[in-house]
């Protein structure tokens, strides 16, 4: 038994060195905090290079989705912008905790420490959150009010007779009261782990692309280990 924790623990390493960590500088935005404008909160973070969800571990056939985000930091919040380009389009899950994966969705993985557990945060086009906490083994939803406090914006283009391929943001602000296994009062000068993710299980065309890549023979989001690193100025 002991051989074969030690094989396991040995080809993780192993994959580790053949994938590069992905290390991203977080601007702090001076007086933005959880109740600014979106339309603030938009000209800030768009101010910044954009950054691109493009890895593919599990290619599928089909069109590959076009997707970005724009991350930073305030006073007492994460802000995180995503712009999604893709041919199809599926948001029907509108309950908060719903398996909002299955529809077009962006996700954010984040690790405050580096004790194995992370929140996800999960919303579809249309703006419906899940969220949990623990490690891949074991992991407990967030509550429904706790994730309602986070302030989400969505835009898309689909009106009557749209034509393909669409596109749609979502702009979130994150408190970090959400964070309720920690005690955040500032992320400024901290490092934390974190991975970014866009995905659609029930979609016509299934896709699973990620920031930071990960290696693993199915496709699998939590995963720790291939966090990619962000470092909050």
């Not at 040995?10 to 601007?27: E, G, K």
């Not at 933005?32 to 603030?40: G, K």
């Not at 901290?190 to 990960?214: E, I, S, T």
């Amino acid at each position: 038994m002991l051989n074969v924790v030690f094989l396991s623990w040995f080809l993780a390493l192993i994959s580790l060195l053949f994938i590069s960590m992905n290390t991203l500088d977080i601007p702090y935005f001076d007086g933005a905090d959880l109740n600014t404008p979106f339309a603030e909160l938009d000209a800030l973070l768009l101010g910044n290079p954009p950054q691109f969800i493009n890895n593919q571990p599990w290619p599928l056939p089909g069109e590959v989705p076009l997707v970005s985000f724009n991350i930073a930091h305030g006073a007492d919040a994460v802000f995180l912008k995503f712009k999604v380009k893709e041919k199809h389009f599926k948001a029907v899950y509108t309950n908060t905790n719903d398996l909002v994966f299955k529809d077009s969705c962006v996700e954010f993985f984040f690790a405050p420490d580096d004790n194995g557990s992370y929140y996800n945060f999960e919303f579809n086009a249309i703006g419906t959150g899940y969220a949990a906490y623990g490690t891949p083994a074991k992991r407990e939803l967030l509550g429904v009010e706790l994730i309602h406090r986070i302030r989400v914006w969505v835009s898309n283009n689909i009106t009557s007779g749209s034509e393909l391929p669409i596109e749609w943001e979502i702009t979130l602000a994150i408190p970090f009261k959400t964070f309720v296994y920690h005690q955040v009062t500032s992320l400024t000068g901290q490092r934390c782990r974190a991975n970014f993710y866009k995905c659609g299980d029930d979609m016509p065309w299934p896709h699973y692309l990620c920031w930071n890549n990960v290696n693993s023979a199915k496709p699998n989001f939590h995963l720790p280990q291939y966090f990619g690193q962000l470092i909050f100025g």
